[in-house]
């Protein structure tokens, strides 16, 4: 039996105990920014933000250290940068499928990012072509494990009419870390020449702090339990447990079928159109002294535009549709590549096309993770937004690796023209498919 020791009016006590029925709910009424999520979210977004210092410090050079350091050919720098994109695409919907079969969210997550950890000892001693790519495997088969049952978190502590700002805030947080991590690589390199080791190794300290928070501060919290709305007193013996209802059959159709169908195709659709921000960069290195003199904070300047705008496009997102900003966040990277194609070398087009690719992960990454938990049951979730995690990560694998070869072939102009007219057919086209979802919000959707 659970009693309440306040003394307010029932009709207060109820809606007390009924926010408490509420985890999501709790404290937030209609506040917004940080303030409107959960703490779980806040929490989940701190490990992401030592979790993406410890990546992007390596990711911010790995251009220049496989191009130039290890002296490999575009090819090369592709498949690596496709496997980086792409190879998490092996496991994330199995990390999903086993977060919501196990409904244990948090430690499967915790599995994925230990053995990011791991990776980070393997950049220690990888030196060649092979080692490099087998720990960049495990790297990111590590983040394909975690992302969806980390996104489930989310999800299951967040309001359905506040999902996109949640995942605003945690891409916030995520992003301050995406833009110190090539800060901190770029200070490393400007006092230690070539000093390539001493940044692993910063990066290797960052990944183990993120863990131990992720193990000892994040609630396990789940879809599928919510938390008891008072304490049992303790001079009264609890009520015997009703007996666990059964678990509800999996519904491979809620991801197969409907409107996550042509959200797939959507997503897969413009992956095979999004290259690596790394050829972007280089594009850029290789006719501007200043892009070339600051090459690492190319990933600050986009991860920057990123955290300024992912709670404003979230909050928007939730109120004017989340499929139509994930269409038009597309409109970004259009302008990005149009502007990396064209022939201008001052500071201004630099900055302006990290702008640009900032803005486009602002408006497509979160809202894709919310879009698919709008789109499926809460017994779902986890394996919803893997689905759609992994056709981005499987087509971006191929758009890298097809990428520089086309780059090899053509040169890198001629290149960037060819996938930006691309990206302006597939735009509208996309809007098209898409046309059934552009307003719904919340759970306006109609399957």
């Not at 805030?169 to 901190?184: E, F, K, Q, S, Y």
């Not at 230690?192 to 001493?198: A, E, F, K, M, R």
């Not at 007193?233 to 447990?241: D, E, G, L, T």
Request: hydrophobic share 55%.
């Amino acid at each position: 039996m659970y009693i309440s020791f306040s003394n307010k009016p029932k009709q207060a006590q109820k809606q007390k105990t009924d926010a408490a029925a509420d985890p999501a709910a709790t404290g937030t009424g209609r506040r917004r920014g940080v303030r409107a999520v959960s703490s779980a979210v806040v929490s989940l977004g701190i490990v992401s933000m030592l979790t993406d210092i410890s990546s992007e410090s390596v990711s911010a050079i790995l251009p220049l250290y496989i191009t130039g350091f290890l002296g490999l050919s575009t090819i090369a720098y592709g498949f690596i940068d496709g496997l980086y994109q792409g190879i998490s695409a092996l496991v994330r919907i199995a990390g999903g499928y086993t977060s919501d079969r196990l409904d244990q969210p948090k430690w499967v997550a915790f599995v994925g990012y230990a053995l990011a950890a791991v990776a980070r000892i393997g950049l220690l001693f990888a030196s060649g072509f092979a080692a490099l790519t087998a720990v960049i495997s495990l790297d990111r088969i590590g983040k394909g494990i975690r992302t969806a049952p980390r996104d489930s978190v989310i999800t299951a502590s967040s309001r359905p009419d506040n999902l996109g700002t949640s995942f605003g805030v945690h891409r916030t947080l995520d992003n301050i870390g995406a833009a110190v991590g090539p800060l901190i690589a770029f200070v490393i390199l400007l006092l230690i020449p070539n000093g390539y080791g001493t940044i692993f190794v910063a990066s290797l300290a960052f990944a183990v702090v993120g863990v131990a928070v992720l193990g000892l501060f994040v609630p396990n919290v789940r879809a599928q339990r919510p938390f008891p709305d008072a304490v049992p007193a303790a001079s009264v013996p609890p009520a015997p447990r009703a007996p666990r209802p059964p678990r509800p059959k999996f519904d491979w159709s809620v991801i197969t079928a409907g409107p996550m169908r042509r959200v797939l195709a959507a997503a897969g659709i413009l992956g095979l159109l999004t290259i690596g921000d790394g050829f972007v960069y280089l594009v850029l290195q290789a006719r501007s002294d200043f892009a070339a003199q600051w090459f690492p904070l190319m990933y600050v300047g986009t991860n920057i535009a990123f955290l300024a705008l992912a709670i404003p496009l979230g909050r928007l997102a939730d109120r004017i549709g989340r499929a139509r900003v994930f269409v038009f966040g597309h409109v970004g990277l259009l302008a990005a590549y149009v502007v990396a194609a064209l022939p201008m070398a001052d500071v201004a087009a630099t900055l302006l096309c990290l702008a640009f690719l900032g803005a486009f992960y602002a408006a497509t990454d979160g809202v894709l993770a919310a879009l698919a938990a709008q789109l499926t049951t809460p017994e779902t979730h986890g394996t919803g937004i893997a689905a759609a995690q992994t056709v981005v990560a499987f087509t971006r694998f191929l758009s890298a690796a097809g990428f520089g070869i086309l780059w090899y072939a053509a040169g890198r102009e001629t290149s960037m023209i060819i996938v930006s007219v691309l990206l302006v057919i597939a735009i509208p086209l996309i809007a098209l498919l898409l046309r059934p979802y552009l307003a719904a919000r919340g759970r306006e959707v109609d399957a």
